[in-house]
């Protein structure tokens, strides 16, 4: 086996704890920063666990997220026309031109005829009448075009027994529509 010289490197001071010629003690804390390094990337990987899991089920709530109320829309107070039931009270120039026609919405032949008869019986302008082009409405619905025509619509919508009233021009061959649904009750033969 080869044999080498003693140099100054084989002399080593007393008092030195290291081993080799470039290991020194480590500088005391160093464990402490490695495990506060560990908790903080453990606590970022959970928040954007949580995130993720947030994302692609909506019913899952963040526990940290607070609920925000949702604000509850203050109801518009609509001011409507008072309904005109006497059909005398009015201009008769304004009853001579004034045009309804009564649409049956329903399956049933001829409630047409027997709303339309209901409402001149009431003494209303006698109303044209026909099949609706969908048989299939739930509800009746007075329809009226010009907005001066309100009440008239709501006093028609008391005869015929109608809880809907709607302003709208789908209708422009008369100034009020009575679409008849499946809720219109004709009146009790008498």
């Given at each position: 086996?080869?044999?080498?010289?003693?140099?100054?490197?084989?002399?080593?001071?007393?008092?030195?704890?290291?081993?080799?010629?470039?290991?020194?003690?480590?500088?005391?804390?160093?464990?402490?920063?490695?495990?506060?390094?560990?908790?903080?990337?453990?606590?970022?990987?959970?928040?954007?666990?949580?995130?993720?899991?947030?994302?692609?089920?909506?019913?899952?709530?963040?526990?940290?997220?607070?609920?925000?109320?949702?604000?509850?829309?203050?109801?518009?107070?609509?001011?409507?026309?008072?309904?005109?039931?006497?059909?005398?009270?009015?201009?008769?120039?304004?009853l001579e031109q004034l045009t309804l026609?009564?649409?049956?919405?329903?399956?049933?032949?001829?409630?047409?005829?027997?709303?339309?008869?209901?409402?001149?019986?009431?003494?209303?302008?006698?109303?044209?009448?026909?099949?609706?082009?969908?048989?299939?409405?739930?509800?009746?619905?007075?329809?009226?075009?010009?907005?001066?025509?309100?009440?008239?619509?709501?006093?028609?919508?008391?005869?015929?027994?109608?809880?809907?009233?709607?302003?709208?021009?789908?209708?422009?061959?008369?100034?009020?529509?009575?679409?008849?649904?499946?809720?219109?009750?004709?009146?009790?033969?008498?």
């Amino acid at each position: 086996m080869a044999t080498f010289p003693r140099d100054r490197f084989d002399d080593i001071p007393g008092g030195v704890d290291r081993v080799g010629a470039h290991r020194a003690p480590g500088p005391r804390g160093r464990g402490w920063i490695r495990f506060a390094w560990a908790v903080v990337a453990t606590a970022v990987l959970t928040v954007a666990g949580l995130f993720v899991v947030a994302t692609f089920d909506p019913s899952f709530k963040l526990p940290f997220a607070e609920d925000t109320p949702t604000p509850t829309p203050t109801p518009t107070v609509i001011e409507t026309a008072d309904p005109i039931t006497d059909p005398a009270s009015l201009d008769p120039a304004y009853l001579e031109q004034l045009t309804l026609a009564v649409l049956n919405g329903t399956p049933t032949q001829g409630l047409s005829n027997t709303a339309g008869d209901q409402i001149a019986a009431a003494g209303w302008p006698n109303p044209s009448r026909a099949a609706a082009s969908n048989t299939e409405e739930p509800t009746t619905v007075v329809y009226y075009s010009n907005p001066d025509d309100e009440g008239v619509a709501r006093g028609i919508a008391l005869v015929v027994g109608a809880t809907e009233v709607q302003l709208s021009d789908a209708f422009p061959v008369a100034a009020i529509t009575i679409v008849l649904g499946a809720d219109y009750v004709p009146p009790a033969a008498g």
